[in-house]
């Protein structure tokens, strides 16, 4: 069952290539790990990128946060699974949201995936 926060799909490809890029930006950039860094980087306009599970319980964990990436005007994208999210970011537990503040050598990377995230969010 979708969630209610979960606003748009995105394509299992691009999923995976933004969870490639986590692990990129782990070990040549930064990253703000759980919900309340995150939404610490959100307010403070340090976010370039938000990644949030889908599959958080409960859901009010991170409902939050893509209104907070709108008002902010920072890209959201979703992902299927905490724990894929958790370990790309490099821990060991799943992670419901990762804020990317610094995307390091993967900069290259995440102009192409931006873009098929808007297309996603246009559908």
Known sequence: MPKNYAKFKI????????LQVIEITKNSGKL????????KAIEKGLAQ??????DVE???IVMHLPVLCEEK???YVFVPSKVDLGRAAGI????????IVDFGEA?????????KIDEAKNQ
């Open 11 to 18: 394509p299992k490809e691009v999923s995976d290539k933004i």
């Open 32 to 39: 703000r790990k759980g919900t309340n860094e995150t939404t």
């Open 49 to 54: 990128l938000v990644v949030i599970a889908e």
């Open 58 to 60: 409960p859901e009010e």
């Open 73 to 75: 005007k920072i890209p």
């Open 92 to 99: 060991d537990v799943g992670s419901a949201s990762i804020g």
């Open 107 to 115: 900069k290259n990377q995440m102009k192409d995936l931006l873009k």
